[in-house]
């Protein structure tokens, strides 16, 4: 299995709902990854998680809650959105380091309304 | 600064016609890899290549090919004889050994196949 499975693919969430984007992988990578993309744009780093240890937060709102409940599964917990958080969310995994390249999800796009 | 630099931002072509993509990137590391995404327009981020840094050796495979130059500091991505299914942003990234677990993209480069 090489791939990173990430469910749902779409997402509409009202500014008060709770939600939760969810993201599997079976490849023993052991460095887990968010990233937020806006149109037209790179994907900008949110969460970095290696060993299940949450290792890098790139300054990232408290109305985002990064979870890595096994080495397998990383989740994102979503409470209290503003319609300015509206993007393709991608997860990633790669080997701990990193640097022979990541392997990436089809992403979720979320739209907050 | 920004770490990898991808000047064009879109290109259009018309089908069967060769584009280079270009993508230059700066880095005071030995040992870093270089690497080209494909996202088409379902979203996913799609690997297409690594080369590291020790090895200069041009790459092809079917209608891509890469030129890396270190002197340069230059990864350019060529396709021949370009198809409609190729149209995309195209990404270039740099990961370093010494940071680890970040990747720098460029700005990505917008690829339109005209038929």
């Known amino acids: 299995d090489t791939e990173v499975t990430q469910t749902p693919k779409h997402l509409v969430m009202g500014m008060t709902n709770k939600k939760s984007l969810k993201c599997e992988q079976h490849?023993?990578?052991?460095?887990m990854y968010w990233y937020k993309q806006k149109a037209k744009k790179p994907p900008e780093l949110m969460f970095v998680y290696s060993y299940e240890k949450l290792s890098i937060n790139e300054s990232v709102p408290s109305r985002f809650s990064p979870e890595c409940p096994n080495s397998s599964l990383l989740n994102l917990h979503l409470h209290a959105l503003q319609p300015e958080d509206s993007a393709l969310y991608l997860c990633a995994s790669s080997r701990l380091g990193g640097v022979e390249g990541y392997t990436f999800g089809s992403g979720t796009r979320l739209t907050v309304v | 600064a920004q770490k990898v630099t991808q000047a064009q931002t879109e290109i259009s072509v018309v089908e069967k016609e060769d584009v280079t993509l270009d993508c230059v990137y700066e880095t005071r590391d030995t040992t870093y890899y270089l690497f080209w995404y494909k996202q088409p327009p379902s979203g996913e981020l799609v690997f297409l290549i690594r080369?590291?840094?020790?090895?200069?050796q041009n790459e092809i495979s079917g209608r891509y090919s890469w030129n890396f130059q270190k002197s340069t500091s230059s990864f350019n991505f060529t396709i021949t004889a370009s198809q409609v299914v190729d149209s995309a942003v195209y990404f270039c990234a740099l990961s370093e050994a010494l940071t680890g677990n970040q990747f720098y993209f460029g700005t990505g480069t917008s690829l339109t196949v005209i038929p």
């Open positions: 490849m023993g990578h052991r460095a």
């Open positions: 080369r590291n840094s020790f090895d200069e």
